[in-house]
């Protein structure tokens, strides 16, 4: 007597074997790209450290190369990596990568900046843990830029308070209740709007206008195992360092100590 094969056993097959192909595929994703990011990483870390050291090899950075490094120090002192200039996978599966039509760091406008969340070196993996006055800090050849997360309240008054215990006065009241209210330290948004890279983000236009402040974007997909929507970080320029001859990170810009004005 033949055995048959039931219809629900063909389905438990099925399901059986597409789960084996998801976990393979979770792991290419959240073990190999990472190993392979984390090598093409280094690779243009040192590339540009070269640069900095010898004035001969420095030039305009194209895609793929980097252009600065970024520390964020409530990740840990271990957190740091290059910026590259493009947004495309392949300049993102080595690292964070700069907006080209945007500014660049230390200059009034917006820097905006992409990374993935999941495998591929997850440089943006924890922004959704960052608190308002956080510190982001970006390194050139020449200076150390500090930025801080700006409020995540759209109440004039709560980012007023949010706000107090990081940036100067003036540039708080602008950032709670003048032309940067809208521009919140997080939120969620849909891929389609570019405008959150704009130099004043939510606004439509792209031109840099004298007196603006500048700023940092991170963006990111979300929920974390999903592209459907995109998670942004805004941060607000507070201060710019000249690098030392050490090139060492400026003073400890942690979420807990202020940036108040220097004498």
């Known amino acids: 007597m033949k055995n048959r094969i039931s219809f629900s056993q063909v389905i438990g097959e099925v399901l059986l074997t597409v789960g ?3 976990l393979l595929f979770a792991f290419y994703e959240s073990y190999w790209t990472n190993l392979a990011s984390a090598k093409m990483q280094d690779d243009v870390q ?13 030039k305009q950075a194209e895609l793929g190369d980097a252009l600065a490094k970024m520390y964020i ?3 840990g002192q271990d957190y740091q990596f290059a910026i590259v200039e493009g947004v495309q996978e392949a300049q993102l599966l080595t690292g964070p990568g700069h907006y080209p039509d945007t500014q660049f760091p230390g200059q ?6 992409a ?13 959704g843990a960052l608190k308002a006055c956080d510190a982001i800090v970006v390194e ?15 109440d004039p008054a709560a980012r007023h308070a949010e706000g107090a215990g990081c940036l100067p006065e003036q540039m708080n009241e602008r950032i709670a209740s003048g032309d940067y209210q809208h521009v919140l330290g ?8 570019i405008e959150v890279v704009n130099p004043i983000p939510g606004s439509k ?19 974390q195992f999903s592209n459907a929507e995109r998670m942004i970080i805004h941060a607000v320029r507070t201060e710019v360092t000249p690098k030392d001859q050490a090139g060492a990170l400026p003073p400890a810009p942690s979420a807990s100590l202020p940036c108040a004005p220097r004498e």
């Open 20 to 22: 084996v192909l998801l």
């Open 186 to 193: 997080r939120e969620i948004t849909l891929p389609g709007n």
């Open 115 to 127: 990374g993935h969340r999941v495998g591929k070196g997850a440089p943006f993996n924890d922004l």
């Open 205 to 223: 236009s792209t031109k840099v206008e004298p007196g603006m402040e500048g700023l940092i974007t991170l963006t990111t997909c979300h929920p």
């Open 140 to 154: 050139t050849q020449k200076e150390w830029v500090t930025y801080r997360v700006m409020p995540l309240s759209p």
């Open 73 to 75: 120090p409530a990740f």
């Open 46 to 58: 040192t590339r540009l450290e070269e640069q900095w050291v010898n004035p001969r090899q420095a």
């Open 108 to 113: 009034d406008g917006n820097f905006a900046v």
